[in-house]
């Protein structure tokens, strides 16, 4: 299993700022994921983090939207850009493929 | 979009078993059936998963029919914690280590109740 902690869990921002997204596990993971869940919604993979590569965005979500940093194996993290509040989310981080884990994610309103 | 369809919602007596179902006609021979609950408020949480077998773990159970075109997780004896969104999910293994392919579709919301 992994332990996975976030921070912030949660913000209110104002339109046409940027929020950074800390994600931190408590072992070494080759890959790290993250997730958008609009209110009510199911989530959404936003991009896959890899530590030393670029990372690798599903097709809707844009790097100049969503930079996401990966400096070591154990951290990451996801900015959004110039926020709406269309971009009002719970933002999760996930690590393991064969059985995901998921931090508690960040809330985020956007006024 | 997801691969599965499960019932919106479902209740539950406490104490009793919570058996939810899920379709996934389109399923093909190297994909895995996974489920994963998401508690108010919380990441989701994996439960279970499997290919053609019956699998059992702590937690729940999990039944494959035999053509795998649909699955049911069974929590044997439901609490008032297991109130959550459970999610079916299909997916292949990917070597790679990618999560690419973990879609989620709307789930099954499970009430408990006393």
């Known amino acids: 299993s992994a332990v996975i902690s976030q921070k912030p869990s949660r913000d209110i921002c104002q339109r046409g700022t940027s929020l950074t997204i800390q994600c931190q596990v408590d072992s070494q993971v080759t890959m790290m994921f993250w997730y958008r869940q609009q209110p009510g919604q199911s989530l959404t993979l936003i991009a896959t983090a890899n530590q030393g590569s670029e990372a690798t965005y599903e097709s809707g979500f844009v790097i100049d939207k969503f930079p996401i940093s990966r400096p070591n194996l154990t951290f990451s993290t996801l900015t959004v850009s110039n926020m709406s509040p269309e971009d009002s989310s719970i933002y999760l981080c996930?690590?393991?493929?064969?059985?995901?884990?998921f931090g508690q994610g960040t809330r985020l309103t956007v006024v | 979009d997801a691969k599965t369809t499960q019932p919106p919602s479902m209740d539950c007596a406490e104490g009793r078993a919570a058996n939810l179902p899920c379709n996934h006609s389109?399923?093909?021979?190297?994909?895995?059936v996974y489920w994963y609950r998401q508690i108010h408020s919380q990441g989701p949480q994996y439960i279970i998963h499997g290919l053609k077998n019956n699998e059992t773990n702590e937690m729940a159970s999990l039944i494959i029919t035999e053509d795998r075109k649909s699955s049911t997780l069974i929590l044997p004896h439901a609490t008032l914690r297991d109130t959550a969104v459970y999610y079916c999910i299909v997916r292949g293994y990917f070597y790679g280590g990618s999560q690419g392919n973990l879609i989620f579709g709307k789930g099954t919301k499970l009430s408990v109740k006393p």
């Open positions: 996930s690590v393991g493929t064969d059985e995901a884990f």
């Open positions: 389109t399923i093909s021979g190297n994909e895995y």
